[in-house]
């Protein structure tokens, strides 16, 4: 059974830092596509990054420069080491992973809030 678990969510200030992790079990992780979503209230669920089994990133333009995502397939971890965080930032980041076959799992998040 597969099971995505996010942690490292905090609530910082402006200009802080956070690094959250996505540890999963049941699976092999080398073998899936990762990526961190993020959501809101009210607002869609936006990708924020990914990286693909051969660690090839890629990053929603808010984040750019800010937001670094990196993996250890080893450690079944995934994770996303956010710096010079802002207010817009602030929302329940989640934890994404795809199968070869294309099957999409999530986590149940992790809570992030920057207050200036």
């Known amino acids: 059974q597969i099971q995505i678990v996010e942690s490292g969510g905090d609530s910082v200030q402006v200009g802080g830092s956070l690094r959250l992790s996505c540890a999963g079990s049941?699976?092999?992780?080398?073998?899936?596509?990762l990526a961190w979503y993020r959501q809101a209230p009210g607002k869609q669920r936006e990708l924020v990054a990914s990286?693909?089994?051969?660690?090839?990133?890629n990053y929603a333009e808010s984040v750019e420069g800010r937001f670094s995502i990196d993996r250890e397939n080893d450690r079944k971890t995934m994770y996303l080491q956010m710096n010079s965080l802002k207010p817009e930032d602030s929302a329940m980041y989640l934890c994404?992973?795809?199968?070869?076959?294309?099957?999409?799992?999530w986590g149940q998040g992790t809570q992030v809030t920057v207050s200036s």
């Open positions: 994404n992973v795809v199968s070869p076959a294309g099957t999409n799992d």
């Open positions: 049941g699976i092999l992780l080398r073998f899936y596509n």
């Open positions: 990286i693909t089994t051969k660690s090839v990133t």
